[in-house]
């Protein structure tokens, strides 16, 4: 593991990486997160008549949308030319749960492992946030990264 947080400059300050001198690689991210769920608000969705129409489509969008809004969303991270978004959305009946999967793709300097992190939250928050007029107590757990590979770093899997 560094030892040594590459957002902070000498100085202490706060700053954005300069990746000009990073060689271009391909780069991939995987992420996950949990929405857990009463076993009747699970149904309403997987029946799909909810009132607010499908939610597994709706977070799935947002998700591939805020993947590419990142950088603007979390200080520092550079604007990426994303080349994939995938957030795949499963139905776990057993223990009433969504399990969102996240995949973001590009050739670059830089990873995209803000992106995929960033595309699990906001399609999690997006079953709450249309679900909380049947359910308010939802927890949105295990935000976590999978996978990583390409750069200097090299690859990681959990």
């Known amino acids: 593991m560094a030892n040594q ?3 902070i400059n000498q100085s202490g300050e706060a700053h ?3 990746v000009s001198e990073k060689a271009v690689t391909a780069r991939t991210a995987q992420a996950e997160a949990i929405v857990s769920m009463a076993p009747e608000t699970l149904r309403l969705i997987l029946s799909g008549e909810h009132h607010k129409g499908d939610v597994f ?3 799935r ?3 591939i949308m805020a993947a590419k ?3 603007d969303l979390i200080p520092l991270c550079h604007p990426l030319a994303l080349s994939k978004v995938e957030v795949e959305i499963t139905a776990d009946e057993m223990n009433n749960q969504v399990r969102i999967e996240t995949l973001c793709k590009l050739n670059g300097k830089t990873g995209v492992e803000m992106e ?3 595309a699990a939250s906001v399609a999690a928050l997006t079953i709450y946030d249309m679900c909380k007029a049947v359910q308010k107590d939802m927890v949105i757990e295990q935000v976590r990264l999978l996978s990583k590979t390409g750069g200097k770093s090299g690859d990681f899997r959990v």
Do not use: E, Q
């Open 61 to 63: 969008i947002a998700g």
């Open 16 to 18: 954005m990486v300069d």
């Open 5 to 7: 947080f590459t957002h």
């Open 69 to 71: 809004k990142t950088s």
């Open 116 to 118: 995929a992190l960033t």
């Open 57 to 59: 489509a709706t977070a």
